[in-house]
């Protein structure tokens, strides 16, 4: 099975998406439970993945996370 670069995945789990931004596990997780409803954020019933391309979006309109 041909593994999938992170950098060419649309969704990313909470652990690739910490590795790949450089922000910490627990931080992410505090983001999405504060920001349940954003775009970026995908959710699989109780389980919350984000969406690369616009989580990066949402960083890059940041000045601070």
């Not at 959710?43 to 940041?62: C, G, M, P, S, V």
Request: net charge positive.
């Amino acid at each position: 099975m041909n593994e999938i670069p992170v950098s060419q995945k649309y969704i990313l789990t909470v652990e690739e998406a910490s590795a790949y931004f450089h922000i910490g596990v627990n931080r992410l997780r505090r983001l999405i439970s504060q920001h349940r409803d954003a775009d970026w954020v995908l959710w699989n019933n109780t389980h919350a993945t984000i969406k690369r391309l616009k989580f990066e979006r949402y960083i890059d309109a940041q000045n601070a996370i």
